[in-house]
C-alpha cells in the first residue's frame, strides 16, 4: 500500500514538471552573451520574493516594475523587499561597480536564486526588461523554470532612441507615456518629442500665451495627398509645462531621457501665425492645413526673433533636463530670405551669402544653449554651412550625410529615411493598408540597417553615437495607427541599437520576434502582422 502511494506521488511530482512553464532568453534586442549553465532551472512562483539591495529609490522602483511585469504577463503577483526573507528561492536586484558600462547587466541563473546585477539602477533595468522578455505568457498562474545560465549584456550605442511628432497630429498624455513604456520594453532610452511644427505649435511658453492660443490650432486639414479639398475641421491641442514635466518624471523612472524639439528657423509657421512680426513679410500668416514646406520661415535678419527664440529655450531648459536640446534645422527655404532687406543687411554685415545665413543663425542659437550647459542636436541640414564641430548632427536624408559629418568630427546620430522612417508602408501591397506618406519599408530592411558598416573609417565610426527612428505623423491622426506604424519595426531597430552587426541575424529575429509578439498581444498593442502570414 504505501509503495503505491509513493508511486502516485512521484507520478504527481513528475506531470508537475512536464507541464511546468520554461522561460527562453532568447529575446529582443537579444542579449550580447547568453551561456547556459548545469544545473538545475530556478523556480519562480508565487512565493518567490524580489529583494532589492539598499535605501535605493530608483532599485526600489526598479523591483516594483519587475513585480509589474511578472504579473502582467504570468498572473503571478511577486511581493517586494529590502530584506532577503529566509527560506525562499528569491530575484536579487543588486549593484556591482565591477561591471564595467553604466547600462551593463549580468544576470545569474542558479537553482538558489536569480540574481541581475548592474553598475547602476539603469543597468538593472535592462536586465530586467531581458527577464521579463524571457518570461511565458500564462493566462492562469503556475510555476515557471528558468534555465541556470549567466547572461552578460551591454548595448552598443549609447544612444537608442524614437521620435514621435506631436506637432502634425497631436496624441493625448496617455498615450505619450504609452509610447515611452513602448520605447522600455525595447530596451531604448531616449524620446525625441517634436513639438512643434508649421501645423501646431504644442508646448506651452509662458512669457509667449499666443503660440498656444492661436499656433496650437489650425482651422482645418487638407485631405489625402494635399489635395484641393480642405476638411474645414478646427483641429489643436498642446502641452502644458506641468504636463510636459510630468513626462519627463515618467520617462526618467524608466531610465529614458526626453529631448524636445522645436524646429527653428523653418517649420515655423504656427508661431508666425502668432507673432507676425517675427516673419520676413510680417504677414498675414496662418497654421498650416497642408503638409510638406512652406516659404515663410522665420527672419534671420530680425534681432526680435534671437530674444524670442532664447526666452523659448530658456523655457524649455528649465522643463527638459536633457544634455541636448533639438533645434530642427530641416527643410528651411531661402527664399523670403533673398528678397528681406533684413536678412540681406545681415548677410552683408557678416559677409555671408543667403545660402549661409542659416549656418549663422545655427552657430548663435549653438552659442546660446551652450551658455546655458547644454548642446544642440539639428537635422543634417544645418551641415549647409560651415557650423560648430560641437553640434550632434540628426542625418535623415540616407546615411551620406552622417558619414560626411563624422568624418567632419560631428558626434552623429544616425537616423535615416531609408531604414528608420517608420511612416512609410510597411508592405508593398498598400491596397488594404491605412493612409501614409508613401514610401516602402518592411521590417527586413529596417534589421538590415548597419550604422557603423566595415567600409567606414574608424575613426568616423567613433562619432557615431546613436541610432533613432522617426515617426512623422502627417497621416497618422490617432494612437492605434502610431501603435501600428512603429511595431515590430521598433523591435527590429532595437537590435540595430542593442547588438553588434556580426551578431545579427534576421531568420533568428524572425523567432525570436514572434516570442515578443505574444507580449505586444498581452499589452493590447496594435501592431502590423506583415511578417506572419498565419495572422
Known amino acids: 500500500m504505501f509503495k503505491n502511494i509513493s508511486l502516485i506521488f512521484a507520478l504527481c511530482a513528475s506531470l508537475l514538471t512536464v507541464h511546468a512553464a520554461t522561460a527562453d532568453y532568447q529575446v529582443v534586442p537579444l542579449p550580447q552573451d547568453i551561456s547556459i549553465s548545469k544545473g538545475k532551472p530556478f523556480v519562480l512562483s508565487a512565493s518567490t520574493p524580489i529583494v532589492y539591495t539598499g535605501n535605493d529609490a530608483q532599485m526600489q522602483r526598479n523591483a516594483q516594475f519587475l513585480s509589474d511585469y511578472v504579473d502582467q504577463l504570468t498572473k503571478i503577483r511577486l511581493n517586494v523587499s529590502s530584506q532577503k526573507v529566509k527560506k525562499t528561492t528569491p530575484i536579487v536586484l543588486v549593484l556591482n561597480p565591477k561591471i564595467s558600462g553604466n547600462e551593463a547587466y549580468v544576470m545569474t541563473v542558479t537553482d538558489k536564486q536569480l540574481t541581475i546585477a548592474g553598475k547602476t539602477a ?31 549584456d551591454a548595448p552598443k550605442f549609447a544612444y537608442r532612441g524614437m521620435m514621435l511628432d506631436c506637432g502634425r497630429h497631436f496624441f493625448p498624455v496617455s498615450f505619450v507615456k504609452k509610447y515611452i513604456d513602448m520605447l522600455a520594453l525595447h530596451n531604448m532610452n531616449v524620446f525625441h518629442w517634436h513639438l512643434t511644427e508649421d501645423q501646431g505649435w504644442r508646448i506651452e511658453i509662458k512669457k509667449y500665451p499666443k503660440l498656444t492660443e492661436i499656433g496650437s490650432k489650425r482651422s482645418g486639414t487638407i485631405i489625402g495627398h494635399n489635395s484641393a479639398v480642405d476638411d474645414s475641421i478646427p483641429y489643436g491641442g498642446y502641452y502644458t509645462q506641468e504636463q510636459a514635466r510630468e ?4 520617462a526618467a523612472e524608466r531610465n529614458i531621457t526626453v529631448i524636445p524639439e522645436v524646429d527653428m528657423p523653418g517649420h515655423m509657421l504656427s508661431a508666425l501665425a502668432s507673432y507676425p512680426e517675427l516673419g520676413c513679410t510680417g504677414g498675414p500668416y496662418e497654421v498650416g492645413h497642408k503638409w510638406g514646406v512652406y516659404e515663410d520661415v522665420l527672419c534671420l535678419g530680425n534681432e526680435k526673433v534671437y530674444k524670442f527664440l532664447e526666452d523659448i529655450i530658456d523655457e524649455l531648459i528649465d522643463i527638459f533636463p536633457s544634455k541636448y536640446i533639438h533645434i530642427g534645422g530641416d527643410e528651411s527655404p531661402r527664399v523670403r530670405w533673398e528678397k528681406c532687406p533684413k536678412c540681406q543687411a545681415l548677410a552683408k554685415a557678416q559677409g555671408l551669402t543667403t545660402d549661409h545665413l542659416q549656418a549663422y543663425f545655427t552657430n548663435r542659437i549653438e552659442k546660446y544653449i551652450n551658455a546655458k550647459g547644454r548642446r544642440i542636436i539639428g537635422w543634417d541640414e544645418i551641415l549647409e554651412g560651415p557650423i560648430n564641430q560641437s553640434a550632434t548632427i540628426m542625418s535623415w536624408r540616407g546615411v551620406q550625410p552622417g558619414t560626411k559629418a563624422a568624418n567632419l568630427g560631428h558626434d552623429v546620430i544616425m537616423s535615416p529615411n531609408s531604414n528608420a522612417y517608420f511612416d512609410y508602408y510597411q508592405t508593398k501591397k498598400t491596397g488594404g493598408e491605412p493612409l501614409n506618406i508613401g514610401g516602402y519599408l518592411p521590417v527586413s530592411k529596417v534589421y538590415e540597417y548597419d550604422p557603423t558598416p566595415a567600409s567606414m573609417p574608424a575613426e568616423a565610426q567613433k562619432h557615431i553615437v546613436g541610432v533613432q527612428a522617426n515617426l512623422w505623423t502627417e497621416y497618422v491622426t490617432c494612437p492605434t495607427l502610431a501603435e501600428y506604424q512603429v511595431m515590430p519595426r521598433m523591435a527590429a531597430i532595437s537590435e540595430v541599437q542593442w547588438l553588434p552587426s556580426s551578431k545579427k541575424n534576421f531568420d533568428a529575429f524572425k523567432t525570436r520576434v514572434t516570442k515578443l509578439a505574444k507580449i505586444y498581444d498581452r499589452l493590447g498593442y496594435v501592431y502590423a502582422k506583415h511578417l506572419w502570414t498565419e495572422k
Open 122 to 152: 539603469a543597468g538593472v533595468f535592462y536586465g530586467i526588461q531581458t527577464l521579463r522578455k524571457s518570461l511565458p505568457v500564462l493566462d492562469s498562474p503556475e510555476d515557471i523554470e528558468l534555465p541556470a545560465a549567466v547572461i552578460k
Open 247 to 250: 513626462i519627463v518624471k515618467y
